[in-house]
Structures are given as C-alpha cells and as structure tokens.
C-alpha cells in the first residue's frame, strides 16, 4: 500500500514545476525590438542582417533597422543601394533617429565625393548632440570632407577624434 501512495504524490509533486516551465517557456517568445541597442553603437552586422530585421519589422523599428542598413551598405561600399535606401527613409523621425539620418546624409554625399555638400551639412550638426560612436563619425567625415588639405578644421576634427577612437587598432588604422 504504500508505494502506491508514493506514486500519487509524485506527480503532484511534479505538476507545479511543469506549470512553471510552461510559463517561463512562453514568457521567452516575445522578442524585444534590439534596433535602438544597435543604434547606440557602431554597426556590428552586415547590410543583409539588417535588410532582413528591416522587413520584418513596423514603424519606429523599421526606421532603425533601415537606418543601420544605409549604414552597414556604406560601410560595405554599396553606395548605390543605400543611397536608395536612404532616400526612402520616412519625413517623420524621432530625434535619435533624425541625428543619425544627419550623419548618414553625410556619409551618403561623401560616398559620392559631393565635399562641399557634405561639409555643408557637418555645419549644421552639432556635434555635442551626438553620442559617442557619433561622435566618432562626425569627426571621421570632417576628415574626409577636408580631402586631406591642411587646415584648422582638419586640425580640430584629428583632435577631437583621438579620444573617442576605442583602440590602437583604430588608431592605426586612422593614421
């Protein structure tokens, strides 16, 4: 008689850690838009990953993942695929998303060698607005808008780029 009382308590004894795992399994279902973590930082995927994360996406996302899309594709020498993208960004940005849009009208004029333009809108940037990492591209850009010719702006720009490159890597690699 008493294994069988046994055997009836074990599964009751089982039963609430099995509830409990149900639950813990579908609370990991929803997955938390990570666009704006990517925004943050400096583009870590490629333009595909990015591409793919864009059209499965809605809204703000959407407009994020599209954002690091034109970015990876400029990184990646695509000019003209992110050029299109980048002329397909919506009006309505949030201000995170419109000081990257700034940046990116930049790299984009750059891309293009258009130098004036883009010293033009790094003008109208300012750069104690931008985080860190975009900081570091403002700075880069006003470098290659400067073309290498000598002058206080390229002065200022290799100054305020030397603290924000993370690495001697970069710095090497900037040098």
């Known amino acids: ?22 639950i813990f399994a579908g609370c990991g279902t929803h997955t938390q838009d990570q666009s ?32 690091l899309a034109i970015r990876a594709l400029l990184q990646e020498g695509k000019k003209q695929q992110a050029i299109d993208l980048f002329n397909q960004l919506p009006a309505n940005l949030n201000s995170t998303q419109a000081r990257e849009q700034s940046l990116l009208a930049v790299e984009v004029k750059l891309a ?6 883009a010293r033009n809108l790094l003008a109208k940037i300012d750069p104690t607005n931008l985080e860190q990492p975009q900081q570091a591209r ?15 702006t390229l002065l200022r720009a290799l100054i305020a780029q030397q603290p924000l490159l993370s690495d001697a890597k970069q710095r090497q690699k900037k040098y």
Request: charged share 10%; net charge positive; aromatic share 10%.
């Open 112 to 117: 293009q060698n258009d130098y004036q333009a």
């Open 36 to 67: 704006a973590a990517f925004m943050q930082g400096t583009s870590q995927a490629n333009s595909s990953f990015y591409l793919q994360q864009m059209q499965q996406s809605t809204n703000d996302s959407k407009t994020n993942w599209q954002l």
């Open 138 to 152: 403002y700075w880069q850009a006003q470098i290659d808008a400067s073309q290498g010719k000598p002058s206080l």
């Open 1 to 22: 008689m008493v294994p069988s009382t046994f055997l009836r308590s074990k599964p009751a004894r089982c039963l609430p850690v099995l509830l409990a795992t149900l």
